[in-house]
Nanobody
């Protein structure tokens, strides 16, 4: 099993940036497809971005393409989500997750392990 802890959330104004971190323990992140998703108040959880190791690839939701970047540091066993040009509609709780089945990452049902989430609030 793997345990995931997110950090880096906070409050920013529109146009600002944040970097979320997801640190794993128990197993190496290279054993999984690692992804970020988010859930805004009153809405369903939605896919944001994912990274796979074999082969190395990333995938993004259309709503964040060009603004968000997912990356991984195997030495630190940590996955990052760099979020630039944040907008009020990006306000949500952001979750890190791990998929042991090596899916592409966009199907939230594929994920086996989830973190507790970190709040991101963007004001206009």
């Amino acid at each position: 099993q793997v345990q995931l802890i997110e950090s880096g959330g906070g409050s920013v104004q529109a146009g600002g940036s944040l970097r979320l971190s997801c640190t794993a323990s128990g197993r190496t992140i290279s054993s999984y497809t690692m992804g970020w998703s988010r859930q805004a108040p009153g809405k369903e959880r939605e896919f944001v971005a994912a990274v796979s190791e074999a082969p190395k690839s990333t995938i993004y939701a259309d709503s964040v393409k060009g603004r968000f970047t997912i990356s991984s540091d195997n030495a630190k066993n940590t996955v990052y989500l760099q979020m630039n040009n944040l907008q009020p509609e990006d306000t949500a709780v952001y979750y890190c997750a791990a998929d042991s089945g090596w899916g592409r990452g966009e199907n939230l049902e594929d994920y086996d392990y989830w973190g507790q989430g970190t709040q991101v609030t963007v004001s206009s």
